[in-house]
C-alpha cells in the first residue's frame, strides 16, 4: 500500500507504528469519542501519544535490529510525511470513509517532541500525553 508520502521506507514504518498506537489506545480504552479539536484537546493528546508509542516501537525495532538506527533527518522526514498524509488519508484509504472527529493532530513540532520522548524512553509509560504538559 501506498500513502503518497515522501520520506522514505521509515516514513511509512513511522505512519504504521503510529496507526497501531491507536489500536493500542482502543484495547486500553484510551480512545475517547470526541476531544474538541484545539491546541490542549484530548484530540491532540490522542494524536501525540499514537506518535509517542510509534517512537516506543521504533527504539526496539531499533534495537532488535529490525531498523537501522534512525539518524534525526530520518524522523523528521517521517514526521513530515505524516504530516502530510494524516490520519484522514489513511482512513479513507483502508476504510473507504473519514472520522472528521480524528481529523486533529498536534503540531509538527509537538508531534516530533513525542515521538523523541518514546524513542529515548522505550517504555510506554513515559507517553502519557493526557496528564502531561504538552
Ligand atoms: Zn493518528
Not at 503518497?4 to 516514513?11: L, N, P, S
Not at 534525526?72 to 489513511?90: F, K, P
Not at 481529523?103 to 502519557?128: E, I, K, N, Y
Request: proline content about 2%; some cysteine; hydrophobic content about 35%.
Amino acid at each position: 500500500m501506498t500513502f503518497g508520502a515522501k520520506g522514505g521506507e521509515f516514513a511509512e514504518a513511522y505512519i504504521i507504528s503510529h496507526e497501531y498506537g491507536h489500536h493500542v489506545q482502543n484495547l486500553l480504552g484510551d480512545l475517547q469519542g470526541g476531544g474538541g479539536s484545539g491546541a490542549e484537546s484530548t484530540a491532540v493528546r490522542t494524536e501525540l501519544q499514537a506518535d509517542c508509542y510509534a517512537g516506543v516501537w521504533a527504539k526496539h525495532a531499533v534495537e532488535t535490529g529490525y531498523l537501522e538506527p534512525l539518524t534525526g533527518e530520518q524522523i523528521s522526514q517521517a514526521l513530515d510525511a505524516a504530516s502530510a498524509v494524516g490520519d484522514d488519508r489513511i482512513q479513507q484509504q483502508m476504510q473507504g470513509w473519514v472520522n472528521p472527529e480524528t481529523f486533529t493532530h498536534g503540531t509538527s513540532v509537538q508531534r516530533q517532541t513525542w515521538f523523541r520522548v518514546g524513542l529515548d524512553a522505550g517504555d510506554p509509560l513515559a507517553c502519557d500525553t493526557f496528564h502531561a504538559d504538552i
